[in-house]
């Protein structure tokens, strides 16, 4: 089972450019998320998903966008690189909301130089 | 302001020895979950508490949700190198707080050594 499954593993910017992080999930959750992880910081909410076509800020959403045109795939576009946005990306998702569990997805680390 | 405060951050300790991890918000939880993370790999959810007063076991593990629901525990008896990992908590708090979305602690690192 793939679960969610997110592309690429790594990747290297430069400031200023833009890339998309990809997500799929294959357990036709309504509910998906994509957070950050920096050291000692925990997971940080930057948007997530109620269901296609829906899509909320989470905490830290500025210097990112989103889209959920299916129920599968929620891609993360980060749009002018910054040195901040040097961090783990996270992909999730989930079967109910707040007391369901989260699915994860390996991760993706992106460095902005 | 952290909504949700985990401690220690980082823990090392000798095979065979016990820990305990806790999580504690001024807030009241709906829910609460705990995920553990090893490098290189998402968190896997390890339980969730909902009721006060829950206690919950999973092994070596121990887990338990304050009476209050302010707070949450993780005890781990007779800790093995195979525990050693990034233990996460995340608590639920009522949609009014912060839009029912799971808020996640800073972590605590884990090391276990033989």
């Known amino acids: 089972n793939a679960g969610v499954t997110q592309t690429p593993k790594f990747r290297i910017l430069k400031i200023g450019q833009s890339m998309t992080l990809q997500c799929a999930q294959d357990?036709?959750?309504?509910?998906m998320y994509w957070y950050r992880q920096d050291p000692g910081m925990g997971l940080k909410l930057i948007y997530y998903s109620v269901g296609a076509g829906i899509t909320d800020k989470g905490e830290v959403p500025n210097g990112y966008n989103v889209s959920r045109s299916t129920t599968e795939d929620f891609p993360l576009r980060l749009e002018l690189a910054a040195p901040s946005q040097t961090s783990v990306y996270f992909c999730?998702?989930?079967?109910?909301?707040?007391?369901?569990?989260?699915?994860f997805g390996e991760g993706s680390r992106l460095t902005v130089l | 302001t952290q909504l949700l405060e985990q401690s220690p951050q980082f823990l090392s300790i000798q095979e065979g020895e016990n820990l305990t991890v806790y999580c504690n918000s001024s807030s009241v939880f709906s829910s609460l979950q705990w995920y553990r993370q090893e490098p290189g790999e998402g968190p896997v959810l390890l339980v969730t508490v909902v009721t006060g007063g829950e206690v919950k076991k999973l092994k070596r593990l121990t887990f338990q949700f304050g009476d209050a629901r302010k707070d949450s525990s993780l005890h781990i008896t007779a800790a093995q190198p195979g525990d050693t990992g990034l233990y996460l908590c995340a608590g639920a708090f009522p949609p009014q707080e912060y839009g029912n979305k799971l808020v996640f602690g800073a972590g605590t690192i884990l090391r276990v050594k033989s």
């Open positions: 999730a998702s989930s079967f109910r909301e707040s007391t369901g569990e989260l699915f």
């Open positions: 357990m036709n959750h309504n509910y």
